[in-house]
């Protein structure tokens, strides 16, 4: 009987290969990935993903769309004449996935549960399709805390709404803890990546993941309301005192599940807002789709060097 909790973890990679950590799913004659529209028995999976490196997941499928086509354009990949660029999981009417060569770019919606139910999928994904050492990315965007719009924060350490640096999810009736680390070298490396002539900064830093956007992220904006502006300022300072530099939903099970497969993993989202000054999201459409640009070209950068193209 293996405990999973929060000290029983290891880094390790020894073969490349990505950990099932599920020693029924070899045992079943096919597994449906139901909210990818995919499975072992119907498609062929090693020859649809074998070849994947880089896994891209964002909020919502227009970007995941737009990422997707971004990418073609930067790796010069050309489609097989006639077609175009479709959206693999269409059918599932969950979640949109498109793959150009060696990238896969999927939405994976807002929130913890939302995003932890696709990494299970794309994790055994990895898996069926004999994926060697695929590198995840998440590219979001957040509240900075400290920070005004147009940052890029890298995540060194995704903690909860209480600062712990771990996700926590109730199975059989018992709290598990799987610690949500990130691999710091990669988030570092990223960094290296923007240079002087960005018209934006690059940090990296602490994420405080949260279960709501309003009362979760002490917005004074939502339906309810119950503590006072001074309250949530008192703790946004605390937190900023703690070098976390942004609020956002995801990061905390994204660390949480690549660390527990063995999968390297960054978190990279731009700021929207200086959340010590205001709540709402004010900025124009168009300044917010160039600031949603940002984290794509970081990790554009990191897929044409690690592709040999730089
Ligand atoms: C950032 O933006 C979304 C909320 O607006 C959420 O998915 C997140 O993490
Ligand atoms: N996403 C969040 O989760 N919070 C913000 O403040 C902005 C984007």
Same mark, same amino acid.
């Given at each position: 009987?293996?405990?999973?909790?929060?000290?029983?973890?290891? %880094? /390790?990679?020894? &073969? #490349?290969?990505? =950990?099932?950590?599920?020693?029924?799913?070899? $045992?079943?004659?096919?597994?449906?990935?139901?909210?990818?529209?995919?499975?072992?028995?119907?498609?062929?999976?090693?020859?649809?993903?074998?070849?994947?490196?880089?896994?891209?997941?964002?909020?919502?499928?227009?970007?995941?769309?737009?990422?997707?086509?971004?990418?073609?354009?930067?790796?010069?990949?050309?489609?097989?004449?006639?077609?175009?660029?479709?959206?693999?999981?269409?059918?599932?009417?969950?979640?949109?996935?498109?793959?150009?060569?060696?990238?896969?770019?999927?939405?994976?919606?807002?929130?913890?549960?939302?995003?932890?139910?696709?990494?299970?999928?794309?994790?055994?994904?990895?898996?069926?399709?004999?994926?060697?050492?695929?590198?995840?990315?998440?590219?979001?965007?957040?509240?900075?805390?400290?920070?005004?719009?147009?940052?890029?924060?890298?995540? %060194? /350490?995704?903690? &909860? #709404?209480?600062? =712990?640096?771990?996700?926590?999810?109730?199975? $059989?009736?018992?709290?598990?803890?799987?610690?949500?680390?990130?691999?710091?070298?990669?988030?570092?490396?990223?960094?290296?990546?923007?240079?002087?002539?960005?018209?934006?900064?690059?940090?990296?830093?602490?994420?405080?993941?949260?279960?709501?956007?309003?009362?979760?992220?002490?917005?004074?904006?939502?339906?309810?309301?119950?503590?006072?502006?001074?309250?949530?300022?008192?703790?946004?300072?605390?937190?900023?005192?703690?070098?976390?530099?942004?609020?956002?939903?995801?990061?905390?099970?994204?660390?949480?599940?690549?660390?527990?497969?063995?999968?390297?993993?960054?978190?990279?989202?731009?700021?929207?807002?200086?959340?010590?000054?205001?709540?709402?999201?004010?900025?124009?459409?168009?300044?917010?789709?160039?600031?949603?640009?940002?984290?794509?070209?970081?990790?554009?950068?990191?897929?044409?060097?690690?592709?040999?193209?730089?």
């Amino acid at each position: 009987f293996r405990t999973m909790s929060y000290h029983d973890e290891s %880094d /390790e990679y020894p &073969d #490349g290969a990505v =950990r099932l950590r599920n020693p029924n799913i070899e $045992l079943m004659d096919q597994d449906i990935l139901y909210h990818l529209a995919l499975g072992s028995g119907s498609h062929d999976l090693h020859q649809m993903f074998g070849d994947v490196k880089f896994v891209c997941m964002g909020g919502t499928p227009k970007r995941m769309e737009q990422f997707a086509n971004f990418i073609m354009d930067e790796i010069g990949y050309k489609l097989p004449a006639g077609t175009t660029l479709l959206d693999i999981s269409q059918y599932s009417y969950r979640y949109s996935m498109y793959k150009v060569g060696p990238v896969l770019s999927i939405s994976h919606g807002m929130g913890i549960p939302s995003v932890g139910i696709l990494l299970h999928e794309v994790i055994k994904l990895m898996y069926h399709a004999r994926v060697r050492d695929p590198v995840f990315f998440r590219l979001g965007t957040c509240g900075g805390i400290g920070l005004d719009g147009g940052h890029l924060v890298i995540t %060194d /350490e995704a903690v &909860d #709404g209480m600062m =712990r640096p771990y996700l926590e999810l109730p199975v $059989l009736g018992k709290l598990v803890q799987r610690p949500s680390k990130l691999d710091v070298e990669l988030a570092k490396e990223l960094q290296s990546l923007s240079t002087q002539d960005d018209p934006f900064e690059t940090h990296v830093g602490r994420t405080m993941c949260t279960y709501d956007f309003y009362e979760g992220q002490g917005r004074l904006d939502g339906a309810f309301c119950d503590y006072t502006e001074k309250e949530k300022l008192e703790f946004l300072h605390k937190i900023h005192e703690n070098n976390i530099l942004n609020m956002e939903m995801e990061s905390l099970a994204f660390a949480a599940l690549t660390h527990h497969a063995g999968i390297r993993a960054a978190v990279i989202c731009v700021t929207l807002l200086n959340r010590l000054n205001g709540d709402q999201v004010a900025s124009s459409k168009e300044v917010l789709n160039e600031w949603q640009n940002r984290p794509q070209a970081i990790v554009a950068r990191y897929i044409k060097k690690h592709m040999g193209m730089t």
